[in-house]
């Protein structure tokens, strides 16, 4: 069965990893659309051993297009999501837009695959958060088995995850600081080179930032409403892979050993985790992997059932394109489409 599949923002980050891994994973493409803004109209895009002319988004028409990935920001998403479902094509968006509405289901494969069937009530399905999809995939098989009632999380996540220009700023206040440059923050609100700022998103009311409460906000809908969850979102001078200090309390006991045997298992997730042999991943060598790694699985001695542990992913992945063409080929394997 070959598709016909549009990217939207195929210019970004995201957009271009989406091209990458269709082609990767053997997508079953008929036809693949590069989209993005008018300004991008021409420009050309890798896709596997073939060059695909960006596309304007604006004046193009979603008729006879099966799948559209979305990777342009929640206000095109909230635009131009509802026109391509209404023209028939099923939306799997990547901002933030859909994610909280409760006819939009929010899918990471490995973990709530089920709720997939509920995309029909307005033809979208949305990607969660860079930060939730690689928690989510480590919860979920332990809470099956000892089930979870708080989280506590500490992200250091990479400045990919803000984009191109976030990704060139580290770049160049980093030569600066070499250079005797001063360097000028632009995307972030601090110097971001040599530097670790505990600001993600717009802060809220209650104190916490928006990246805070969308991590305990997606793990109430993907795994349980029921778990607890605070977090502490930080952006660290790293490109690209985004790293979470993770400790768990569970509602009976668990032993790393047996963590250990479960996660061993659980898809999506290697486990690479023996200390005295200086055995954990960290997001450079994260890079380019789909797989979520787990390194450090430990007893939190401060709890009654508590383990802590090491949770890193290529955010661009993982966290975003792959978890994204994982969806659509869940709608494949489900026999969703058409």
């Known amino acids: 069965m ?5 990217v939207v923002g195929a210019t970004g980050n995201v957009g271009r990893e989406i091209l990458n891994i269709l082609d990767e994973r053997m997508f079953p493409c008929e036809e693949v659309v590069a989209l993005a803004s008018r300004k991008s109209i021409g420009r050309e895009l890798s896709y596997g051993d073939k060059l695909l002319k960006v596309r304007d988004l604006e004046t193009y028409n979603f008729s006879g297009t099966d799948i559209a990935l979305f990777s342009a920001g929640s206000k095109i998403s909230e635009k131009y999501g509802p026109i391509a479902a209404k023209s028939g094509t099923v939306v799997i968006d990547n901002s933030s837009f859909w994610r909280y509405h409760d006819d939009v289901p929010l ?3 490995e973990v709530n695959p089920d709720a997939i069937k509920d995309f029909k ?9 860079c930060s939730t999809a690689q928690l989510v995939v480590v919860l979920k098989p332990l809470h099956d088995i000892a089930k979870i009632t708080r989280v506590v999380v500490s992200t250091y996540q990479s400045v990919s995850g803000a984009g191109n220009a976030a990704m060139e700023e580290l770049f160049n206040q980093t030569k600066g600081v070499f250079v005797n440059q001063a360097p000028e923050p632009e995307n972030f609100t601090r110097q971001i080179a040599f530097n670790v700022i505990p600001h993600i998103d717009v802060f809220m009311d209650d104190g916490y930032t928006k990246e805070e409460w969308k991590m305990l906000s997606e793990t109430k809908k993907i795994v349980d409403k029921n778990i607890k969850l605070t977090a502490t979102c ?41 200390p005295e042999d200086e055995k954990y991943i960290t997001p450079l060598e994260c890079v380019g992997e789909y797989a979520t790694f787990v390194s450090r699985v430990r007893v939190d001695s401060t709890v009654k059932n508590g383990l802590s542990m090491w949770v890193v992913s290529d955010n661009l992945r993982k966290g975003a394109a792959l978890n994204a063409v994982q969806i659509a080929e869940l709608l494949i394997n489900k026999k969703l489409m058409g």
């Open 121 to 129: 009530k307005r033809g979208i399905i949305a990607n969660p958060n």
């Open 2 to 6: 070959g598709l016909k599949i549009a």
């Open 234 to 274: 930080v952006r660290v001078p790293v490109f690209v892979g985004h790293s979470e200090a993770v400790n768990i309390e569970f509602e009976k006991s668990i032993s790393p050993e047996k963590a250990r045997s479960i996660l061993r298992k659980a898809p999506g997730v290697m486990l690479v985790d023996d």
């Open 107 to 109: 899918i990471v494969p």
